[in-house]
Nanobody
């Protein structure tokens, strides 16, 4: 089993920045990818950013150039640096970890972008 704990969410004004963190613990091995997803009120969960085992990254079009995903392998941590935040970035952000054959999710951290 793998446990994921997100942190760093909060209330921020449009144009501001936040850095989300995801700490992983447990039986962590053969990781295929780690990612950040978000779910806005009344909408389905969507992929925001992902980093694969070889370090390749991908982003939703809506966050390209504003968000950056990074990882600290020794710490089993993944981060999401969010800049130039917009009201439409509001939602619950979930950390995900994909092993070959399994997937794990955190409980989420809420990001609210509002003036």
């Amino acid at each position: 089993q793998v446990q994921l704990v997100e942190s760093g969410g909060g209330l921020v004004q449009p144009g501001g920045s936040l850095r989300l963190s995801c700490a992983a613990s447990g039986s962590i091995f053969r990781i295929a990818a780690r990612g950040w997803y978000r779910q806005a009120p009344g909408k389905e969960r969507e992929l925001v950013a992902q980093v694969t085992s070889d370090g390749s990254t991908s982003y939703a079009d809506s966050v390209k150039g504003r968000f950056t995903i990074s990882r600290d392998k020794p710490k089993n941590a993944v981060y999401l640096q969010m800049n130039s935040l917009k009201p439409e970035d509001t939602g619950v952000y979930y950390c995900a970890l994909f092993q070959y054959g399994s997937q794990y999710w955190g409980k989420g951290t809420t990001v609210t972008v509002s003036s």
